[in-house]
């Protein structure tokens, strides 16, 4: 055929033969440079078929036939995010005495049993930010600059100075906290996280890959930090030293003396601090707290804060971030990098960045030492009972909302732990206390205090019941423990 083809150039049935022998050659020479030369002969390894086959397109097609399947998975983010709070509360299957109303220690909110409103002057002001219709839009993500102003100046100080531009604010003093730990803080680093302290640092700094090393408080010194154990736990991956001061969940709050032993760790070591001072407007003593920042002018600071516990506001979702940096150790970078993560979710609630200034500035102060007198009231009733509970030894709080509460386990052998303990409270005596296994230190449970005093009251007596029904040992033995 080829022969004829080559004498006659015009036969078309020929030329469409030649043209087909010519591409099986071409082939055979494609697919021999997928050939394995073994011992002087060539053979087609097993695999062969995976080469070949690419000159297919039918293989291309076939693939595409396959139908698809779902594959939907969670987040390793999502996987990462745990709160012990909500993981032992769910898992407590007790049911309250039905004798018994239910009386709940347990929610961190003061508005709760309505006790405890907001004062008028606050309502007032959102109202009228809502009636001008200037605050329906998007703001700036890091808040209005006007709302910024009125933040500084608020906390500003002669020792701590603070203008707009060092004020980020946020959808509640949580989202500070989480923006600080991002900005600060990167995968596979630590940080430095009080026990027992609030669950929300360890849940938020493990869903975001860093690693949290909890440092010890000390229920004898009035929940001092154990500031050798703190500083021991600092290494080369240390982002960041978080102190809440007041603290949940123990109702401490640090004197100054202590404050600049704690800033001096953290400046041997070279670690900025995160400073949780959203209690910081409710203590029991007037003048006993002391912000960070004003102690020192060499240590980077992001102190967090909001509206929630001082005006007794914790739906409207506003808080923010200080930035203490005299030394510009922070510099550029920290501040920008605040401000892109603050992006993420384009700011807070404009409506109360409105309001801000007359909330701030216009509350009657009388409200604010009403709140203070009638937790401080409640604080103390509790402490004054629970001292003489048998097996009980509260340690005495000075500030925010909370008291911590002891449990001589020896004395109550039938219970496994202090979540045992606390979930038997709630179906003997319809009492609901967190076990504070929640907040990394067992063997406690916390009492939240702004519940009516008539409630605070009752529920101490069936603690008192409680325990007296349990208790096993001498009552002059357990007095001995607590006095140490």
């Known amino acids: 055929c080829i022969e004829e083809s080559k004498k006659d150039n015009r036969n078309p049935a020929l030329q469409a033969k030649l043209s087909l022998l010519n591409n099986k050659k071409h082939l055979k020479m494609q697919t021999n440079a997928y050939l394995i030369q073994v011992n002087g002969s060539v053979t087609h390894p097993k695999v062969l078929d995976v080469h070949v086959n690419i000159q297919r397109p039918n293989t291309v097609e076939r693939i595409k036939s396959q139908k698809p399947r779902w594959t939907v998975r969670a987040s390793e983010m999502s996987k990462k995010t745990f709160n012990p709070i909500r993981a032992i509360v769910d898992n407590m299957t007790a049911i309250p005495n039905p004798d018994k109303p239910m009386i709940a220690l347990s929610i961190g909110d003061p508005t709760v049993f309505g006790n405890l409103p907001t004062d008028d002057a606050v309502n007032k002001a959102m109202k009228e930010a809502i009636d001008s219709k200037k605050y329906n839009g998007y703001a700036p993500s890091i808040g209005y600059l006007s709302s910024r102003e009125v933040v500084a100046k608020y906390y500003t100080c002669p020792e701590a100075p603070l203008e707009a531009k060092d004020v980020i604010l946020t959808s509640g003093c949580s989202q500070a906290i989480e923006l600080a730990l991002a900005v600060l803080a990167n995968p596979g680093q630590n940080i430095l996280v009080p026990r027992p302290g609030f669950s929300l640092y360890k849940t938020l700094a493990l869903s975001l890959g860093i690693e949290v090393k909890l440092y010890n408080l000390l229920p004898e010194k009035s ?80 102190s967090c804060g909001g509206l929630a516990k001082r005006w007794l506001v914790p739906g409207w979702r506003l808080g923010w971030i200080l930035i203490h940096d005299r030394k510009e150790i922070f510099g550029k970078e920290i501040r920008e990098g605040l401000i892109r993560l603050s992006q993420r979710i384009l700011g807070p609630c404009t409506i109360v960045q409105g309001a801000l200034e007359h909330i701030m500035n216009k509350t009657p102060q009388e409200f604010y030492d009403n709140t203070i007198n009638f937790t401080k009231c409640n604080a103390d009733l509790c402490y004054t009972t629970l001292s003489s509970v048998p097996g009980l030894c509260p340690v005495r709080p000075a500030g925010a909302m909370y008291l911590m509460v002891g449990i001589e386990m020896e004395h109550f052998p039938e219970f496994e732990s202090d979540v045992d303990f606390t979930e038997r409270m709630i179906s003997e005596q319809s009492v609901f206390c967190l076990p504070a296994t929640c907040f990394e230190y067992p063997n406690y449970f916390r009492i939240v205090l702004t519940v009516p005093e008539e409630m605070i009251i009752e529920a101490c007596r069936r603690i008192r019941e409680y325990c007296e029904t349990h208790y096993q040992g001498s009552e002059s033995t357990q007095d001995l423990e607590c006095d140490k």
């Open 223 to 302: 929940w001092e930090i154990d500031l050798k154990h703190m500083e021991s736990l600092v290494d080369d991956k240390t982002a960041c030293i978080i102190i809440n001061n007041p603290s949940n969940p123990c109702g401490s709050v640090f004197n100054r003396k202590h404050l600049q032993k704690i800033l001096s760790v953290a400046s041997r070591q070279c670690v900025p601090i995160l400073a949780d001072e959203i209690y910081g407007d409710m203590v029991f003593e007037e003048g006993a707290f002391q912000a960070l920042a004003p102690l020192s002018n060499n240590i980077p600071i992001l």
